[in-house]
Each structure stands twice: as structure tokens, then as C-alpha cells.
């Protein structure tokens, strides 16, 4: 038989208990957010995203290699470290393009940057007016007390 014509099912899930003020979600931190600049599979960056979700940081994440920084963006972080400050010397990306034992410009550097993510040291943080680069948890926690 057809299920035309039939009645609703009687038996339906109860609605889920309400919960009571002691059990309620805590609410995020709605003074703070970062931007985290990185890769998803980089080991870093999910460090970096754990770090701000367990202290309830509203995160805004942008995956460098779906979407390449802005110039902008980048050359905020070189203005306060350095483009030499932002690369991984010690990164397979690094080492495997042979630029240990190149000299480039910083003009062909940002080219190579932008063509390859994998040379900066990720994660790029920003918030609260702060940046931070690599897995630098002493910097993340300034940006928290900066915030607050």
C-alpha cells in the first residue's frame, strides 16, 4: 500500500529539555577576534585554532593556499618582522626550492611567496592590533591580554 492518505505517526521525539542557568554555554569572547592566516592541514595552524577556540575566540580563518594573502596583509607582517623573519629557513618548502643557496630580491621572494604558502613559517596571526608568526603561544596570549 501506498502511504497516501495516512495519518502522521503518533509517535514523535519530545522536545529537548530546557537547560537550567547552570548548564547554560558559556558565552564567546565578543571583545576579541583573530584572523588566522595558514594552511588546514599544517600541524601550526590547527594548534593556533585550537588555542583561540578553547578560550572562546571568535576566529575568521583563511586557507593561504584556496585564497593567497592580500599585498596589504603581507606587507603588514614584514613591516613589523621582516620578510627574511616571515620564511621557514628550516621548512622542506624552503630547502627543496634551493633558496638556502639562493639570492633573490625581496621583490622575487614575494613571487615565489605568493606562488608557494608553504615558505612562511605559519600560522600569520592577527588581532588585537597584534601579530604574531609561527606557533607562538607566548604571542597569542599577549594578544588575549591585549584584548582585554
Request: hydrophobic fraction near 40%.
Amino acid at each position: 500500500m501506498g502511504l497516501v492518505g495516512r495519518a502522521p505517526s503518533p509517535a514523535r521525539r519530545p522536545p529537548p529539555p530546557l537547560l537550567s542557568s547552570t548548564h547554560a554555554p558559556r558565552a564567546t569572547n565578543n571583545k576579541m577576534s583573530v584572523q588566522i592566516f595558514g594552511i588546514k592541514n599544517s600541524q601550526a595552524t590547527r594548534a593556533a585554532e585550537r588555542f583561540f577556540k578553547e578560550r572562546r575566540v571568535a576566529i575568521h580563518f583563511v586557507d593561504v593556499k584556496q585564497k593567497p594573502m592580500a599585498p596589504g596583509e603581507i606587507k603588514r607582517f614584514i613591516e613589523r618582522f621582516g620578510l627574511t623573519g616571515l620564511l621557514d629557513t628550516e621548512g622542506t618548502a624552503y630547502i627543496d626550492a634551493g633558496l638556502k643557496y639562493m639570492k633573490l630580491s625581496d621583490a622575487s621572494l614575494l613571487e615565489r611567496i605568493e606562488r608557494e604558502p608553504k615558505l612562511l613559517r605559519l600560522p600569520l596571526i592577527r588581532g588585537a592590533g597584534r601579530l604574531s608568526v609561527g606557533h607562538d603561544e607566548d604571542s597569542w596570549k599577549a594578544m588575549l591580554a591585549g584584548a582585554s
